[in-house]
């Protein structure tokens, strides 16, 4: 399965500023998915990310909040801007691995003060 | 839309006991995939066990094992012999049988393995 590197593993960052979480994959892959796990919640997608091409955003999520770079197969980035504490939350990334499962980056922990 | 549901919040057992975490999923497809994922304190997502929906055969990986009851819409996981290592919140997702699908989580079911 593939392996993924996200940074930074944790931040507290001030309201109205912006923090740009990356992941990197030690393998080729075509999507990238970034999901958001609020405090007690289960993960919700905000996401998909394709090289080349801009990234497809579910419902209630925007790319002017959270803009997503995807420059090659292994490597994208999530921009949370202009942030408030309603924020705060673990971004993860994730990719398709072998069989259908999915692999997960460790996870941005972000406390919005 | 596809929706997954957990209905316990919280489970406990007592250690090398079994348990049964529920899952139910609303879908209209055939052809799909179902998983549970574990996430222990340290936030890292862990696959535990993958159901194709057209095999008929429950999936099992070691001590962990599904019941998978495709009219039902059901996919529960057991898991035997408890370890304290097993504590974590355990997530039921689903995903369609398309390339480069997204998975779709459940609630969670905090599991806490009691000494």
């Known amino acids: 399965s593939a392996v993924i590197s996200q940074k930074p593993s944790r931040d507290i960052c001030q309201r109205g500023t912006s923090l740009t979480i990356q992941c990197q994959v030690d393998?080729?892959?075509?999507?990238m998915f970034w999901y958001r796990q609020q405090p007690g919640q289960s993960l919700t997608l905000i996401a998909t990310?394709?090289?080349?091409?801009?990234?497809?955003?579910e419902s209630g999520f925007v790319i002017d909040k959270f803009p997503i770079s995807r420059p090659n197969l292994t490597f994208s980035t999530l921009t949370v801007s202009n942030m408030s504490p309603e924020d705060s939350s673990i971004y993860l990334c994730s990719v398709e691995g072998q069989s259908y499962g999915y692999t997960f980056g460790s996870g941005t922990r972000l406390t919005v003060v | 839309a596809q929706t997954v549901t957990q209905s316990q919040p919280e489970m406990s057992v007592q250690e090398a006991e079994t348990v049964t975490l529920s899952c139910t999923y609303d879908?209209?497809?055939?052809?799909?995939?179902l998983f549970w994922y574990k996430q222990p304190p340290s936030r890292q997502m862990i696959l535990v066990i993958r159901q194709e929906a057209y095999k008929q055969q429950n999936a099992t990986e070691n001590r962990f094992s599904v019941n998978f009851q495709k009219a039902a819409k059901s996919f529960s996981l057991k898991i035997s012999d408890s370890q304290l290592g097993d504590a974590a919140m355990y997530f039921c997702?689903?995903?369609?049988?398309?390339?480069?699908?997204?998975?779709?989580f459940g609630t969670g079911t905090r599991l806490t393995i009691i000494p």
């Open positions: 990310a394709n090289q080349g091409s801009e990234a497809t955003y």
């Open positions: 393998s080729q892959v075509t999507m």
């Open positions: 997702a689903y995903r369609r049988d398309f390339g480069n699908e997204k998975l779709t």
């Open positions: 879908t209209s497809e055939s052809d799909y995939y």
